[in-house]
């Protein structure tokens, strides 16, 4: 295996643009010196047709680039993976089992997300790569973990891209033409500049934010009855023995619903590797996600549950016909008067359909980048361009979304399930192993004597929000296999959908280790805790986190007193407001 490949030994993220951009002799700066003389290299070697073709000029030299800035992060996190799941899906959850149970099931997947988007900030604040948790994986536990984390989650990626764009497909469009319409566009986006993702994300998300939120407002104010010739259906939906329904196995089952739901959590994470301030932007990005799953998950749940019953048919009918007119949206919208909302719902499905589609090309080129430069996967993906961008590893996200689309010829119907159990498995056996890692990292850190002031970002709760979401992580699993075996009638599909992730998990990790031991040689499986690497990649050296701050701090007072002293004293207590919010 070769060694991974870094961009540095060690970087301080509290480098200033001027700092970065220090002249060279000619009048450059050094980062355009390097990239022309990069480009001068690549240009004196003839490269084969294929590879002038399919990858331009891609090569092994050249890095990403840290252009997304703090709002793009916080956006993201904010409301860049709100996809298709909490437009179409969520109603599922309550016709099968109730609005109740749906409500504690996307609770407590809430709060297990919670829990592995804060565990895996504290790491990436302080390592900001694009591999984050598979690279975090291979050097504080094992390379076995990193190697199956990685790919499992590239799979997930490329899956839920599949499932995202099925679950909107209109049938009156053939399969290559929806995928023409909605992965080329994404592709080209992907194709230009990292900040070009980060910009259309933003926008993507504040669309997407702004529609729930006013969701929830007239949602609310319909059910308890503020709409002059509507009345409100008010707690009716919940009362009679409505609220749970089904039993433990129904319960179990919404899990699969809320993981669709809640996919791309961990984003911030894997853009952290191309953010300009990690060490401020991950923590202020990552704080928002608990206002994130309060407000645009338990609410929304709450909201739908109050309004429809979960007898009502159109709950069903928006998640498995794609119907935009079915979408629990939309009906409440329109049960309120607003007769023209399946128009505007389905512009704003469009652009969440576009969006997360968005954020799993980038989830699974910057993984499959990762792979590549550790060594654990196929070289030539590890190759990017001189804007930064992976351009084989996009293109083979391409194909296999392509045709992963292509296997309607089954059904749509029939796909879109399969997909939905494996991404949501998944993301349970990806996400629970975080915590797992955070523990290693936190021991690896006791162990080799550093201060806890070095960390950019400290996770609260510790140690015990990390065991509690290992411990849920274990349920979770345990139920949903439960409800697959006890499902009525039973299916032979869905036991083999649940466990077949499990099954890859497992392929994955003890291939990987038998390789290592068998062809490499290599007898020591887990990296001791006395040699794990805590400095490649850091945002600062040993003992520097103290000093940085300090720094920090005194610009910021310095630029606070000009203010004030010029008058501007909103501006203060505007920018004091965002410090305390973040």
């Given at each position: 295996?070769?060694?991974p490949?870094?961009r540095?030994?060690?970087?301080?993220?509290a480098?200033?643009?001027n700092?970065?951009?220090?002249?060279h002799?000619?009048?450059?700066?050094?980062?355009?010196?390097s990239?022309?003389?990069v480009e001068?290299t690549?240009?004196?070697?003839?490269?084969?047709?294929?590879k002038?073709i399919?990858?331009g000029?891609?090569?092994?030299?050249?890095?990403t680039k840290?252009?997304m800035?703090?709002?793009?992060?916080t956006?993201?996190a904010i409301?860049g993976?709100?996809?298709?799941?909490?437009f179409l899906?969520?109603g599922s959850?309550?016709a099968?089992?109730?609005?109740?149970?749906?409500?504690?099931?996307?609770?407590?997947?809430?709060?297990f997300?919670?829990?592995v988007?804060?565990t895996l900030?504290?790491?990436?604040?302080?390592?900001?790569?694009s591999g984050?948790?598979?690279v975090?994986?291979?050097?504080f536990f094992s390379?076995?973990?990193?190697f199956?984390?990685?790919w499992?989650?590239?799979?997930?990626?490329?899956?839920t891209?599949?499932?995202?764009?099925?679950q909107y497909?209109?049938?009156?469009?053939t399969?290559?033409q929806?995928?023409?319409?909605?992965?080329?566009p994404v592709f080209?986006?992907?194709?230009?500049?990292?900040r070009?993702?980060?910009?259309?994300?933003?926008?993507f998300a504040?669309i997407?934010v702004v529609?729930?939120i006013?969701f929830?407002?007239v949602?609310?104010?319909?059910?308890?009855?503020?709409?002059r010739g509507?009345?409100?259906?008010?707690?009716s939906?919940?009362?009679?023995?409505?609220?749970?329904?089904?039993?433990?196995?129904?319960?179990?089952?919404?899990?699969v619903?809320a993981?669709?739901s809640?996919?791309g959590?961990?984003?911030?994470?894997?853009?952290?590797?191309?953010?300009?301030?990690?060490?401020?932007?991950?923590?202020r990005?990552?704080?928002?996600?608990?206002?994130?799953?309060?407000i645009?998950?338990?609410?929304?749940?709450?909201?739908?549950?109050?309004?429809?019953?979960?007898q009502?048919?159109?709950l069903l009918?928006a998640?498995f016909d794609s119907?935009?007119?079915a979408?629990?949206?939309?009906?409440?919208?329109?049960?309120?008067?607003f007769?023209?909302?399946?128009h505007?719902?389905?512009?704003?499905?469009?652009?969440?359909v576009?969006?997360?589609?968005?954020?799993?090309?980038?989830?699974?080129?910057?993984?499959?980048?990762?792979?590549?430069?550790?060594?654990?996967?196929?070289?030539?993906f590890g190759w990017?361009?001189s804007r930064?961008?992976p351009?084989?590893?996009?293109?083979?996200?391409?194909?296999?979304s392509f045709?992963?689309f292509?296997?309607?010829?089954?059904?749509?119907?029939?796909v879109?399930?399969?997909?939905?159990?494996?991404?949501?498995?998944?993301?349970?056996l990806?996400?629970?192993?975080i915590p797992v890692?955070s523990?290693?990292f936190r021991?690896?850190?006791k162990?080799?004597?550093r201060?806890?002031?070095?960390?950019?970002?400290t996770?609260?709760l510790?140690?015990v929000?990390?065991?509690?979401?290992?411990v849920?992580?274990?349920?979770m699993?345990?139920a949903q296999?439960?409800?697959?075996?006890?499902?009525?009638?039973?299916?032979a599909?869905?036991v083999?959908?649940t466990?077949?992730?499990?099954?890859i998990y497992?392929?994955?990790y003890v291939?990987?280790?038998?390789?290592?031991?068998?062809?490499l040689?290599?007898?020591?499986?887990?990296?001791?805790?006395?040699?794990?690497?805590?400095?490649?990649?850091?945002?600062?050296?040993?003992?520097?986190?103290?000093?940085?701050?300090m720094?920090?701090?005194?610009k910021r007072a310095?630029?606070d007193?000009?203010?004030?002293?010029?008058?501007r004293?909103?501006?203060?207590?505007?920018r004091?407001?965002?410090r305390y919010?973040s």
């Amino acid at each position: 295996m070769a060694p991974p490949a870094t961009r540095s030994s060690s970087f301080s993220a509290a480098i200033t643009d001027n700092d970065l951009n220090e002249k060279h002799p000619d009048g450059d700066s050094l980062e355009k010196a390097s990239a022309s003389s990069v480009e001068r290299t690549d240009t004196d070697a003839p490269r084969p047709m294929w590879k002038r073709i399919l990858v331009g000029n891609a090569s092994p030299t050249h890095e990403t680039k840290r252009a997304m800035q703090s709002r793009h992060l916080t956006m993201i996190a904010i409301g860049g993976t709100i996809g298709t799941g909490i437009f179409l899906s969520a109603g599922s959850a309550i016709a099968l089992a109730g609005p109740a149970s749906a409500l504690l099931s996307y609770l407590v997947v809430g709060i297990f997300c919670y829990g592995v988007v804060i565990t895996l900030g504290e790491m990436a604040a302080y390592i900001p790569v694009s591999g984050t948790f598979a690279v975090f994986g291979s050097r504080f536990f094992s390379p076995a973990l990193g190697f199956t984390l990685g790919w499992n989650y590239w799979l997930q990626c490329e899956l839920t891209a599949a499932a995202i764009i099925l679950q909107y497909w209109n049938p009156n469009i053939t399969a290559w033409q929806y995928a023409l319409m909605i992965i080329v566009p994404v592709f080209a986006m992907q194709l230009i500049h990292v900040r070009v993702y980060g910009e259309s994300e933003y926008w993507f998300a504040m669309i997407k934010v702004v529609m729930i939120i006013v969701f929830i407002f007239v949602g609310l104010i319909y059910d308890w009855g503020g709409v002059r010739g509507h009345p409100g259906p008010g707690l009716s939906n919940f009362h009679g023995g409505q609220a749970f329904v089904g039993g433990f196995s129904a319960f179990a089952q919404t899990f699969v619903y809320a993981f669709y739901s809640y996919g791309g959590v961990e984003l911030v994470s894997l853009a952290a590797g191309e953010s300009a301030s990690p060490h401020k932007s991950v923590p202020r990005a990552v704080r928002a996600t608990f206002f994130r799953i309060v407000i645009f998950y338990i609410l929304t749940i709450v909201t739908i549950g109050l309004n429809i019953n979960y007898q009502d048919p159109t709950l069903l009918t928006a998640a498995f016909d794609s119907s935009v007119a079915a979408s629990p949206l939309t009906v409440v919208f329109q049960r309120a008067g607003f007769r023209a909302a399946a128009h505007v719902i389905n512009a704003v499905l469009l652009t969440a359909v576009l969006s997360a589609t968005n954020s799993c090309f980038y989830a699974s080129s910057r993984m499959l980048l990762s792979l590549a430069r550790s060594g654990q996967a196929p070289r030539i993906f590890g190759w990017v361009n001189s804007r930064g961008v992976p351009v084989p590893s996009l293109l083979l996200s391409l194909v296999v979304s392509f045709v992963t689309f292509l296997t309607t010829i089954w059904g749509e119907g029939i796909v879109f399930t399969w997909l939905l159990n494996l991404t949501g498995i998944s993301s349970l056996l990806v996400w629970g192993t975080i915590p797992v890692i955070s523990l290693r990292f936190r021991a690896a850190w006791k162990k080799q004597g550093r201060a806890r002031e070095d960390l950019p970002y400290t996770q609260p709760l510790f140690p015990v929000l990390p065991w509690t979401t290992i411990v849920l992580a274990v349920l979770m699993l345990i139920a949903q296999g439960y409800a697959s075996v006890v499902q009525q009638p039973f299916s032979a599909r869905n036991v083999v959908a649940t466990y077949i992730g499990v099954t890859i998990y497992i392929v994955c990790y003890v291939g990987y280790w038998a390789w290592e031991r068998v062809w490499l040689g290599q007898t020591r499986h887990m990296v001791p805790l006395a040699e794990v690497d805590l400095d490649t990649d850091a945002v600062w050296r040993p003992g520097d986190g103290v000093r940085i701050r300090m720094e920090e701090a005194e610009k910021r007072a310095a630029r606070d007193a000009e203010d004030v002293a010029q008058g501007r004293r909103v501006r203060v207590w505007l920018r004091g407001v965002r410090r305390y919010m973040s």
